[in-house]
């Protein structure tokens, strides 16, 4: 079946652009994950969707970042303002469920870069 | 709060030769502990998951872990490495707020020499 897919795959703005980016998780996973990981680095937690509500965004870094989830399916992360220091690998993962020890399952990412 | 730290940044090995990629955690309860694999390109793949039962775990392409909670380690191994072994390795750790929220090591690069 399909996996978690990414649109763009990539993704070059100019500092200060807004720009979205979006998931569309595997059908019938309730639970929907963003994470950024920067050059070297480990992902790190963005926000947590369960259903189409953001049960936890404490990841976001700050106001400019914004995601949403209105059907329970695709979700699609906003950053406004957009600096050079955003420029990451934004990935998209989900699950079944959203106990501890269910399996996410990743998207292949966007890569933005903020010029 | 829990974290993760991986040993190593980078592990080079021989092909057919055994393969260990060290990950100590710290946490104030019992987590689920995960090996994800990142090769160039690709996105994240579940390789194994360590949830309560039995504290060695088997994956995919003849990898395994096992889990020590008195030593607070969560290594990887395989008995005999590919060169499609070589990629990005992370160890990971569920977070105590049981959403499935994941904190993931820094990585370790596995390099594999013919």
């Known amino acids: 079946g399909a996996g978690v897919s990414q649109t763009p795959s990539n993704k070059v703005t100019e500092k200060g652009k807004y720009v979205e980016l979006r998931c569309d998780p595997i059908?019938?996973?309730?639970?929907l994950y963003w994470y950024r990981q920067s050059l070297g680095q480990g992902p790190e937690f963005l926000i947590y969707?369960?259903?189409?509500?953001?049960?936890?965004d404490s990841g976001l870094p700050n106001d400019r970042f914004f995601a949403v989830r209105p059907e329970g399916s695709v979700s699609t992360l906003k950053i406004q303002r957009t600096e050079r220091g955003d420029s990451a690998v934004y990935l998209c993962?989900?699950?079944?469920?959203?106990?501890?020890?269910?399996?996410?399952?990743f998207g292949p990412g966007t890569r933005l870069t903020v010029l | 709060a829990q974290s993760v730290t991986q040993l190593d940044s980078h592990v080079s090995v021989s092909e057919g030769t055994p393969v260990l990629l060290r990950c100590n955690y710290s946490?104030?309860?019992?987590?689920?502990l995960f090996w994800y694999v990142q090769h160039p390109n690709k996105g994240l793949q579940l390789l194994l998951k360590?949830?309560?039962?039995?504290?060695l775990v088997k994956g995919i392409n003849g990898f395994e872990a096992e889990f020590k909670k008195s030593e607070t380690s969560f290594h990887l191994t395989k008995p005999s490495a590919h060169m499609s072994d070589a990629a990005e390795y992370f160890c990971?750790?569920?977070?105590?707020?049981?959403?499935?929220?994941?904190?993931f090591g820094q990585g370790t690069t596995l390099q594999v020499k013919p």
């Open positions: 993962a989900s699950s079944l469920l959203s106990g501890d020890g269910d399996t996410q399952y």
């Open positions: 059908s019938g996973h309730t639970a």
């Open positions: 969707f369960q259903g189409t509500g953001a049960a936890d």
């Open positions: 946490s104030s309860y019992s987590p689920s």
């Open positions: 360590y949830t309560s039962a039995a504290t």
């Open positions: 990971v750790v569920s977070d105590e707020s049981n959403t499935g929220k994941l904190i």
